[in-house]
């Protein structure tokens, strides 16, 4: 009876205090190692089954991947534990509105392998820099946008998965932990359906997510209080937190970039066995991607509603005591959620369940970037580099990205009003319009040309930088304190501005195109959608390694940049003539576990697989992707119109 009494006496500590007395048991403990023992057992099985000492193996799994993996990795690289925690702590603060970036990127996950791919595919390309190194010539462009996407790597991506992944491991747990855990999907189903009846259902969701207020809140104060829009996408075009004009036309562009045009993502569908299998896992992705609403923003909606004093605290110096975040604690609802709700064993299964999304987010981002430092920037400086060059340097790089992004962590912190997807959505919103419409110009425009795609790009970022530091430096103020800002900061909607700047960046490209020399047939040849078919002019033999490339170079030119074929071939040639000395055994698992084991013979390289055989397709395979394309699509719309 003693241990009875004295278990409530920290109850008056609750609404400072995110998670009182909430560990991890012996049972979710055990379901934790068990998981790490599974992958851990799967990810060995992997390296033996992969060729991970080549270029190819190492960057794009070897090229075989069939729909279902290829689909799985789409979501899994898409859905992080940034969107865990960011897009619950939205539902919490703003309604299912946040949910509008899952819907439209359905429409744009089928365009990539329906529209974008056969184009990347056709002009056997390994990285995004390289397609437009091709398209355009020159080094000007892809060097830019490598650069581009390392930044938005920092920005966007790294930063707020580690700090996503703080909130929920550090904070909740109070562990420090970094385990690559395969979850299910499935255990979503069981917080969802306990916290919808522990709010009555969807219709007592709706009645008590507007009375969920915060018990500390000043009553004379609107902070705080949920939004009367909270349970429609569509909003206001001009007071609103999410203006539909934007959501329709400034969201599609940056959604466009990301599952289009994003090395990440692009990176998982060109590891397909052929553009079949590329169309199915985009599918499988698509309709994945209807679980977010219901996976992640009602959850954090219901988060709310449970436990209002945490959540939904509306004072700065309550914040910071409950979360440490002055700005707001939306984003700890969803591990609130998790902690109070799940049962001893489920717990530690969701447990795991982050602790995947977060590693798989991870472990993508770190290949894509070190795919595109090694393959678009390090190639152009040292193009003799070895294969084991490539790979260290590849690897090194990964951990200097991870140490300038946590340097950035408490920039993620204190922006958006303390609401993580928001502050992605913001920065992208900045940043990748202009190289989306460079992309969608280059694709579908034959006339478009390397002059008007360089200064439409760097034109286009400069405006994006300029507004995106002006956001950083008049940071929101809270709903008690006046508004101060800039004009173009507190009238223009980040959704408004990315519209602003896609159509900026359309005109500069178009009319410096029209006005200057066309590209010549080299440059459009198989990277375009309508000359796709076309045969890519292509020199076999071995290029000369001039020591710079010219700006404005052709195909011919800029293919002395190592692509990677021509590195597999000259690497395994200089491999076979050299003498392996002998290691100990410690070296050669070292060695092994990076993938860097050598062989005392080199297989013989086969020769690449014509590039109109990897686009024919089965009637009737093709036949049945379309049909489920049409069911897809109408699923999406009908989401739409059912919560607009």
Not at 93 to 116: D, P
Not at 153 to 166: H, L, N, P, W
Not at 251 to 267: A, E, F, K, R
Request: with cysteine.
């Amino acid at each position: 009876m003693e241990s009875g009494t004295s278990s409530p006496e920290p109850l008056p500590s609750d609404p400072l205090e995110a998670f009182p007395q909430k560990s991890l048991e012996p049972a979710d403990i055990a379901v934790l190692v068990l998981y790490f023992l599974f992958v851990l057992a799967v990810g060995l099985w992997s390296t033996v089954k992969t060729k991970r000492d080549t270029v190819k193996g190492y960057f794009l799994a070897g090229g075989d991947m069939v729909w279902w993996p290829v689909g799985a990795s789409l979501f899994a690289s898409n859905v992080g534990s940034g969107h865990f925690i960011g897009l619950a702590g939205s539902g919490a603060a703003m309604g299912i509105s946040a949910s509008a970036y899952e819907l439209n990127g359905i429409f744009s996950v089928l365009m990539l392998a329906w529209i974008f791919l056969p184009i990347y595919i056709a002009g056997q390309v390994t990285t995004m820099p390289e397609y437009l190194r091709k398209r355009f010539g020159g080094s000007r462009i892809p060097t830019t946008l490598a650069v581009l996407y390392l930044l938005m790597y920092i920005f966007t991506k790294i930063s707020v998965d580690m700090y996503a992944g703080a909130i929920f491991i550090q904070q909740s747990l109070h562990l420090d932990l970094y385990l690559a855990i395969v979850g299910l999907l499935a255990i979503t189903a069981v917080y969802t359906i306990t916290g919808f009846d522990a709010v009555g259902g969807m219709e007592g969701l709706k009645e008590k997510y507007f009375l969920a207020l915060a018990s500390n809140r000043t009553e004379n104060s609107s902070c705080g209080l949920p939004r009367e829009d909270a349970f429609h996408i569509f909003r206001d075009p001009v007071t609103s937190d999410l203006p539909w004009p934007g959501i329709l036309l400034g969201m599609s562009v940056p959604s466009l970039w990301y599952w289009c045009t994003d090395q990440v993502i692009v990176q998982r569908s060109l590891a397909a066995k052929n553009l079949s299998h590329a169309k199915g896992g985009s599918l499988m992705a698509a309709y994945l991607k209807l679980l977010p609403l219901f996976m992640m923003v009602f959850p954090g909606m219901i988060s709310r509603v449970l436990f209002p004093d945490q959540v939904a605290c509306a004072d700065p110096e309550i914040c910071r005591k409950v979360c440490s975040n002055p700005s707001g604690c939306s984003d700890i609802a969803y591990p609130k959620l998790v902690l109070e709700i799940l049962p001893t064993g489920l717990r530690g299964l969701m447990m795991a369940v982050m602790v995947a999304a977060l590693m798989s987010s991870l472990t993508s981002i770190f290949n894509s970037s070190s795919t595109i430092f090694t393959m678009d920037l390090w190639n152009i400086t040292r193009p003799r580099a070895t294969e084991k060059e490539l790979m260290i340097v590849g690897r090194v790089f990964v951990l200097l990205l991870v140490l300038f992004s946590i340097l950035w962590i408490p920039v993620v912190q204190a922006s958006q009003g303390g609401q993580l997807f928001i502050y992605i959505q913001s920065v992208s919103s900045y940043l990748q319009p202009p190289v989306a419409i460079v992309f969608i110009m280059g694709c579908f425009w034959k006339r478009t040309n390397e002059k008007g795609a360089f200064w439409g790009l760097v034109l286009g970022l400069l405006l994006g930088f300029i507004r995106l530091v002006l956001d950083f430096i008049y940071l929101e103020p809270r709903c008690d304190q006046p508004d101060e800002r800039p004009t173009v900061v507190k009238n223009v909607h980040y959704l408004y501005f990315s519209i602003i700047l896609s159509t900026v960046t359309l005109v500069i490209v178009s009319t410096v195109s029209w006005f200057t020399a066309p590209p010549s047939k080299e440059m459009v040849s198989g990277l375009t959608w309508f000359t796709r078919h076309d045969p890519v002019v292509r020199k076999e033999q071995l290029p000369p390694l001039p020591l710079t490339l010219p700006q404005n170079g052709t195909p011919e030119s800029s293919s002395t940049s190592i692509q990677l074929e021509i590195v597999q071939e000259n690497m395994s040639q200089t491999h076979s003539c050299a003498v392996t000395p002998k290691r100990s055994k410690v070296v050669k698992a070292i060695l092994w576990l990076c993938g860097m084991e050598s062989k005392g013979k080199e297989e013989p390289m086969s020769k690449v697989e014509p590039v109109i055989t990897f686009l024919e397709e089965n009637p009737f395979v093709k036949t049945l992707l379309d049909i489920n394309l049409i069911i897809c699509i109408s699923c999406a719309i009908f989401v739409w119109g059912y919560f607009a």
